[in-house]
T-cell receptor
Framework: DTEVTQTPKHLVMGMTNKKSLKCEQHMGHRAMYWYKQKAKKPPELMFVYSYEKLSINESVPSRFSPECPNSSLLNLHLHALQPEDSALYLC????????????????FGPGTRLLVL | AQTVTQSQPEMSVQEAETVTLSCTYD???????LFWYKQPPSRQMILVIR??????QNATENRFSVNFQKAAKSFSLKISDSQLGDAAMYFC????????????FGTGTSLTVIP
């Protein structure tokens, strides 16, 4: 099973709202990622968690706040977003070390399509 | 820093024909992994094929195969017997070996399949 789930699928929020995106994986992966993706563009890395600790933060504005409550769950808390933050937000996970043929591969969730009004 | 270059923003192929998508990368590492991901319109990004740098044999997955030229730092994807369902954005990606978590993506190639 190589499934990463994300909720909600779609989200519309105003610039003063607070919302959260949720990501889950039950593959025992120890690295989890948040990406932002605009249409027809590659994913842009936002955050990486390794063994539940934030290991990479790509200078993301503080209106985005990640949280990793446990090894299976990753949240992205949103507050006071701007219209330019509208995008597809992708979560992904990967094994921390090589585990056979699937080692080092990153598996993506279906994404949350966010619209900020 | 690692960079991944896809020089073909758009490609098209006739159904049942073969198409090759190009990817080059720059790295000073000897241990790394290369990937091709497919993202159909409004759908999930999925792994197409994966290559370990230490393996000389080119990876294949059914109709998908790669031409991995390590010295030239080239990693092209060949799609044989193209099908309408192959229409998608294709992203080439690089990841360092055991010490790296970060993936580096190319800018993508939009593939159209003509019936």
């Amino acid at each position: 099973d190589t499934e990463v789930t994300q909720t909600p699928k779609h989200l519309v929020m105003g610039m003063t709202n607070k919302k959260s995106l949720k990501c889950e994986q039950h593959m025992g992966h120890r690295a989890m990622y948040w990406y932002k993706q605009k249409a027809k563009k590659p994913p842009e890395l936002m955050f990486v968690y390794s063994y539940e600790k934030l290991s990479i933060n790509e200078s993301v504005p503080s209106r985005f706040s990640p949280e990793c409550p446990n090894s299976s769950l990753l949240n992205l808390h949103l507050h006071a977003l701007q219209p330019e933050d509208s995008a597809l937000y992708l979560c992904a996970s990967s094994p921390r070390r090589s585990t056979g043929l699937s080692g080092e591969t990153q598996y993506f969730g279906p994404g949350t399509r966010l619209l900020v009004l | 820093a690692q960079t991944v270059t896809q020089s073909q923003p758009e490609m098209s192929v006739q159904e049942a024909e073969t198409v090759t998508l190009s990817c080059t990368y720059d790295t000073s590492e000897s241990d790394y992994y290369l990937f091709w991901y497919k993202q159909p319109p409004s759908r999930q990004m999925i792994l197409v094929i994966r290559q370990e740098a230490y393996k000389q044999q080119n990876a294949t997955e059914n109709r998908f195969s790669v031409n991995f030229q390590k010295a030239a730092k080239s990693f092209s994807l060949k799609i044989s017997d193209s099908q309408l369902g192959d229409a998608a954005m294709y992203f080439c990606a690089y990841r360092r070996g055991n010490t790296g978590n970060q993936f580096y993506f190319g800018t993508g190639t939009s593939l159209t399949v003509i019936p």
